[in-house]
T-cell receptor, first 115, second 115 residues
Framework: AQTVTQSQPEMSVQEAETVTLSCTYD???????LFWYKQPPSRQMILVIR??????QNATENRFSVNFQKAAKSFSLKISDSQLGDAAMYFC????????????FGTGTSLTVIP | GAVVSQHPSRVICKSGTSVKIECRSL??????MFWYRQFPKQSLMLMAT?????????EQGVEKDKFLINHASLTLSTLTVTSAHPEDSSFYIC???????????FGSGTRLTVV
């Protein structure tokens, strides 16, 4: 089975600064998707960004970008110009390509934004 | 965007009783629904996968007689926790695949407390 590892249980960042959350994964598959989800105190899972493994270009969504290193099986999330509303639990997730496949989630990183 | 409505958001029940949690896709047909459980400060763990019109597939260690999943229509999947015990207290989240792409959407979760 696939495994997703987030080695940073907690991170903090000053408002307006940049922070990088780490994620590594293990798989023998060549085609898959990677995601970062945000879970605020409301517990609603919110998609932050996704990356298709076949794409070499790193995904970006406004202040959020990833550093996808397929050979190293690494998928980090960079948050630029951090805002108070970014404070949440962040989960890295893996999903096989194809239909109907489940997510494998990491253990999460709790991000605190310091005013 | 695609929305999955999950109800109730919170429920408290007495030990030994049953609780039903509903996930309804509001503007799309959810052929596949995933049910996850999340313990405090932990990641989401897949419990089962349900496909419309067929029996659910349970992950190892999940009691199918205790966690009854019904996916009788393309817009509704239910999880019933039978004979609930305090150790079943957790946060339960459903997730549905949207369309033919790789988009998935999550319900807002149900916090179950068994007293």
């Amino acid at each position: 089975a696939q495994t997703v590892t987030q080695s940073q249980p907690e991170m903090s960042v000053q408002e307006a600064e940049t922070v990088t959350l780490s994620c590594t994964y293990d798989t023998s598959e060549s085609d898959y998707y990677l995601f970062w989800y945000k879970q605020p105190p409301s517990r609603q899972m919110i998609l932050v960004i996704r990356q298709e493994a076949y794409k070499q270009q790193n995904a970006t969504e406004n202040r959020f970008s990833v550093n996808f290193q397929k050979a190293a099986k690494s998928f980090s999330l960079k948050i630029s110009d951090s805002q108070l509303g970014d404070a949440a639990m962040y989960f890295c997730a893996y999903r096989s390509a194809g239909t109907g496949n489940q997510f494998y989630f990491g253990t999460g990183t709790s991000l605190t934004v310091i005013p | 965007g695609a929305v999955v409505s999950q109800h109730p958001s919170r429920v408290i029940c007495k030990s030994g009783t049953s609780v039903k949690i509903e996930c309804r896709s509001l503007d799309f047909q959810a052929t596949t629904m995933f049910w996850y459980r999340q313990f405090p400060k932990q990641s989401l763990m897949l419990m089962a996968t349900s496909n419309e019109g067929s029996k659910a597939t349970y992950e190892q260690g999940v009691e199918k007689d205790k966690f009854l999943i019904n996916h009788a229509s393309l817009t509704l999947s239910t999880l019933t926790v039978t004979s609930a015990h305090p150790e079943d207290s957790s946060f339960y989240i459903c997730s549905a695949r949207v369309g033919l792409g790789y988009g998935y959407t999550f319900g807002s979760g149900t916090r179950l407390t068994v007293v």
